[in-house]
């Protein structure tokens, strides 16, 4: 019976120990402007004329850090899923030392939460989320949380 009493304390002690070490860190967090106004987006009208659905929206343009300094490529294409509404979109955000794969339905207006789904080079397994706002003025601000293995 005392033996089993002093293996429980180090029992808890180990237990405690092991979940701390398993304790997973803040993401990660970068804010990227895709910037328009350079390269505006290109419409390719298909079915009805005018907004309709299935209608595709092409992009490559300048990626800016938040200070506005180039840091990239933002490049991709989005199909109108909901007229005046949004769009289901897959772009590459693409840096020097790798790039980052998202995707998820952009809104018009408001913030859009989009889904990291992969990276290269530095970003390789990378997993997360980013926030997509229209600033109104031909440039989006991305605030994307990550981690990296």
């Given at each position: ?60 343009q300048p990626l800016l850090d938040e200070h ?31 790039s980052i794969q998202v995707a998820g339905r ?44």
């Amino acid at each position: 019976m005392h033996a089993m009493t002093a293996v429980r304390p180090l029992l808890l002690v180990t237990a405690v120990t092991v979940g701390l070490a398993c304790t997973p860190e803040a993401p990660k967090v970068m804010v990227t402007i895709a910037d328009a106004r350079v390269e505006r987006a290109r419409l390719v009208d298909t079915g009805q004329p005018g907004d309709s659905a299935g209608d595709l929206v092409v992009f490559d343009q300048p990626l800016l850090d938040e200070h506005g300094t180039p840091v990239g490529n933002n490049s991709g294409a989005c199909i109108r899923t909901r007229v005046a509404h949004s769009f289901q979109c897959q772009w590459t955000l693409s840096f020097d030392d790798g790039s980052i794969q998202v995707a998820g339905r952009e809104l018009e207006k408001g913030s859009s939460d989009i889904t990291i789904v992969g990276g290269t080079g530095m970003y390789s397994g990378i997993s997360g989320d980013m926030v997509s706002v229209n600033n109104e003025d031909g440039t989006f601000t991305q605030t994307l949380r990550y981690r990296l293995p």
